[in-house]
């Protein structure tokens, strides 16, 4: 079992080092990656807008009651605001891509293995991985990006209206504490984590889609299996950027 564990690791690591080195090669499909890239987007930006609210709203009370019994309301807006911009947005982004994307992403994969459609491209001498592999991880990293700051903008309005509308906050100390504590370092952060985390539901849906078993039904377990993965994994990466990022960077005033 730690051995087939292992195994599986070992070939993630591998598909993600040829995607990566296949980004370079050419002809390039930026056909098919307009298309992923639309697809993608198309079915995440709503739901990442709708979900941004009420995460904003929830981080934006919770601190509030906290810096109330604290006895700093002063620092509610740039509390909440660094907590929905660092950690809350790029993980909704993640989240939904991998949920919504990577899924589709394995699901289209791995139906063309089934059907062999995979292994007649190798036989004409088509790398699946530059022709179909390539264009959907890059249109996963470039809807992450984008998506992250949509829904940190949007988490922050929430967050805004909450705490000045429901605690009796004033709108001038939640953006003087805002900028008061929060840097543009925390910003490239985000994005950093987005485009990582884009990568990895990208290259682990990807995995999935291209290792089904079982014929339909092994799809099946395969998208369910590469949502879960993708989940686990970017929880584990976003704690080690999180602690990478707060010991090089240090805080504002600090």
Not at 211 to 235: C, E, M
């Amino acid at each position: 079992m730690i051995t087939g564990a292992l195994r599986q690791t070992g070939r993630l690591f591998a598909l993600a080092a040829e995607v990566s080195r296949a980004v370079f090669r050419r002809p390039f499909q930026f056909r098919e990656f307009v298309e992923q890239f639309w697809f993608i987007a198309g079915v995440t930006i709503l739901p990442a807008a709708l979900v941004s609210i009420p995460f904003g709203a929830v981080i934006a009370l919770q601190v509030g009651s906290l810096t109330q019994q604290l006895g700093a309301q002063s620092f509610t807006g740039g509390a909440s605001v660094l907590a929905v911009v660092q950690q809350a947005s790029p993980l909704i982004v993640a989240l939904l891509i991998a949920g919504a994307g990577g899924s589709a992403i394995c699901a289209d994969l791995g139906s063309r293995k089934i059907r062999e459609e995979l292994d007649a491209m190798e036989v004409m001498g088509v790398s699946p991985v530059q022709r179909l592999v390539v264009p959907r991880v890059l249109a996963t990293m470039g809807v992450a990006v984008l998506l992250n700051g949509l829904v940190s903008v949007v988490g922050t309005l929430g967050g805004f209206f909450f705490n000045v509308v429901l605690q009796g906050g004033t709108p001038g100390a939640y953006l003087s504490s805002f900028s008061a504590l929060a840097q543009l370092s925390d910003l490239y952060i985000s994005e950093l984590k987005a485009l990582v985390f884009g990568f990895i539901a990208g290259i682990v849906a990807a995995y999935r889609g291209l290792n089904p078993r079982g014929g339909p039904k092994g799809v099946g377990d395969a998208v369910n299996q590469s949502v879960v993965i993708t989940f686990l994994l970017l929880f584990f990466v976003n704690m080690v950027m999180t602690a990478v990022y707060l010991q090089i960077v240090p805080p504002k005033g600090g």
